[in-house]
């Protein structure tokens, strides 16, 4: 008889630990399931806010961003672009997500410079340093126009093809200088192979070649020319050359 009592206490004491962890596991799971719905309904973005954009619109920036069934949650972005995994766009040299409050995603984004632009029918196409489309626009922007070369491609985000690709690229190197020189300049014309560039009242001549020693002889010129007009004749400008010549424009009469 002991012997059954002892039996029958073994069993109901291995049954109440048994009820004991079921009991455990559903309070775990509930409170994972508790927290999980508390992440999603708090953490549920409700305001996109986008800031350091002036091409790119807020809409694009905002849908760039929604790449999954967990990209409407702040807290999975935040730590998905901190992971540098977030999908970004290619006309943006970076892009940083993070949350104003749980319900608000602030996005700071730095856009590529867009060096210049060409006329394609009713619209503008804009490009970076790398021949990257950025923007097409039926605004002008205030960057230079290039004219004289013709578009066989310009995808959104992709860069530029030409019919004459050795140019384009020789427009490109100009553009790099003209950047890092803080040169404005008004147009970029191609004919015959060669480069132009105008500058208010004056007209330079690169030639078929660019080089940043050519790009650096304009400053100081255009600054002693004090407004007249003419051109500047840079086409077989080599470093360490001491003579360049000013044609000055002539007279109507």
């Known amino acids: 008889m002991e012997r059954e009592r002892n039996a029958r206490r073994r069993k109901n004491a291995k049954k109440k630990k048994q009820a004991q962890r079921i ?3 559903v309070v775990l799971i509930s409170g994972l399931a508790i927290i999980i719905m508390t992440v999603l309904l708090l953490f549920h973005i409700q305001r996109i806010e986008v800031k350091g954009n002036e091409y790119c619109s807020d809409r ?29 766009l ?6 940083q997500v993070s949350m104003k409050n749980p319900w608000t995603v602030q996005i700071r984004v730095k856009e590529k410079t867009i ?18 489309v950025v923007d ?14 013709t578009l066989t491609s310009s995808g959104e985000y992709k860069v530029l093809e030409c019919a004459d690709a050795k140019l384009f690229s020789e427009v490109l190197d100009a553009c790099r200088e003209l950047q890092n020189y803080n040169l404005s300049v008004d147009k970029i014309t191609c004919r015959n192979d060669r480069i132009y560039l105008r500058i208010a009242n004056v007209k330079v001549n690169l030639g078929e070649s660019i080089s940043a020693e ?8 255009i600054e002693k020319l004090g407004g007249q007009e003419g051109t500047l004749h840079l ?3 080599a470093d360490g050359q001491e003579t360049i010549t000013f044609e000055k424009a002539k007279k109507s009469k």
């Open 60 to 88: 694009e920036v905002a849908e760039s961003i929604k790449s999954g069934r967990l990209s409407t949650n702040s807290l999975y972005l935040v730590l998905q672009y901190g992971m540098g995994k977030g999908n970004v």
């Open 214 to 221: 050519k790009i650096a002889q304009i400053p100081p010129i």
């Open 115 to 132: 060096v210049a632009g060409m006329k394609e029918g009713e619209q503008y196409v804009y490009f970076d340093s790398e021949g990257l």
């Open 136 to 149: 097409k626009s039926a605004v002008k922007k205030m960057v230079p126009l290039v004219e004289g070369i």
């Open 23 to 25: 009991y455990a596991l």
């Open 90 to 95: 290619p006309c943006f040299e970076s892009m």
């Open 235 to 237: 086409e077989n400008y």
